[in-house]
């Protein structure tokens, strides 16, 4: 069992910033993957940004270039930063994992998830 905690969501203008940071439960050692995914009102969950256990990252095509996903096995958490952040980025940010391989995209595929932080980006 996993327990997934995100933190770090916030109102900011568009071109700003921001970091959230989710800790997990378990030794990160013993998790494969690390994932953010976001859903916005009215949309499905969509892939934001993943990161293996072996530091290999993934990113969605609307963030590529904007956002960086880093994680730390010692600590068990992962964050991802935010720059360059648009009206259109947002959404509830979730963090998730999973303890063995995954298709890195596609959320159905993971086991754990936390509860979700709420990004909002003003024009």
């Known amino acids: 069992q996993v327990q997934l905690v995100e933190s770090g969501g916030g109102l900011v203008q568009a071109g700003g910033s921001l970091r959230l940071s989710c800790a997990a439960s378990?030794?990160?050692?013993?998790?494969?993957?690390m994932a953010w995914f976001r859903q916005a009102p009215g949309k499905n969950r969509e892939f934001v940004a993943g990161?293996?256990?072996?530091?290999?990252?993934y990113y969605g095509n609307l963030v590529k270039g904007r956002f960086a996903i880093s994680r730390d096995n010692a600590k068990s958490t992962m964050e991802l930063r935010m720059n360059s952040l648009k009206p259109e980025d947002t959404a509830v940010y979730y963090c998730?994992?999973?303890?063995?391989?995954?298709?890195?995209?596609?959320?159905?595929?993971?086991?754990?998830w936390g509860q979700g932080t709420q990004v909002t980006v003003s024009a």
């Open positions: 998730a994992a999973n303890l063995d391989y995954v298709q890195i995209r596609v959320p159905g595929d993971y086991g754990y």
């Open positions: 378990k030794r990160s050692f013993g998790i494969y993957v």
């Open positions: 990161i293996t256990r072996s530091n290999v990252t």
